[in-house]
């Protein structure tokens, strides 16, 4: 029996619970190297696009997927998926590989916890309280535990492992 593909929620965090600032950026979140790791993206289009046109893009050399409700196809970087994130991930967790890495977006974060898909949450703590901006966590009524499994430090930043209980 072939094991299924998890889902890892890699993000970074202010100390107060915000992964953007008010107007979207990400400037304040240091950078760290665990691209060795990565096997496949899920990003949102509006994030991805931004960070494909303002930096170097570091993933090039991974399979990435966007999803986007007005482009499809692919381009160097990505293939853009117009179907819901449940009906694809359950379509691309049974193909061979190694797990899949969900890194971008809250909005897009939010759709893979109301389906319960996460399995495991990679979370960068940055030293700083913005006190607003763009938060993880919207107040959706589901409960789901996990349990600590490591924690790093890498430079300023803390690294909190999660899995799934």
Request: glycine share 8%; hydrophobic share 40%; proline share 2%.
């Amino acid at each position: 029996m072939k094991k299924q593909r998890n889902i890892i929620l890699y993000i970074g965090t202010s100390i107060d619970g915000y992964i953007a600032n008010d107007d979207g950026t990400l400037e304040w979140l240091e950078s760290t190297d665990s691209s060795k790791e990565l096997t496949l993206l899920l990003w949102e289009k509006e994030l991805m696009m931004s960070f494909v046109f303002d930096r170097n893009y570091p993933y090039c050399d991974f399979k990435n997927y966007v999803f986007s409700k007005s482009v499809s196809g692919s381009d160097e970087y990505a293939s853009f998926i117009v179907e819901d994130v449940k009906t694809f991930i359950k379509k691309i967790i049974q193909k061979p590989g190694k797990d899949i890495w969900l890194i971008g977006g809250g909005n897009l974060a939010r759709k893979f916890f109301k389906e319960n898909l996460i399995v495991e949450f990679q979370l960068a703590i940055a030293p700083i309280i913005f006190g607003k901006g763009i938060s993880l966590y919207i107040g959706d009524d589901s409960t789901v535990n996990f349990k600590l499994t490591k924690v790093q430090k890498l430079g300023q930043l803390a690294m909190l492992h999660y899995i799934k209980k």
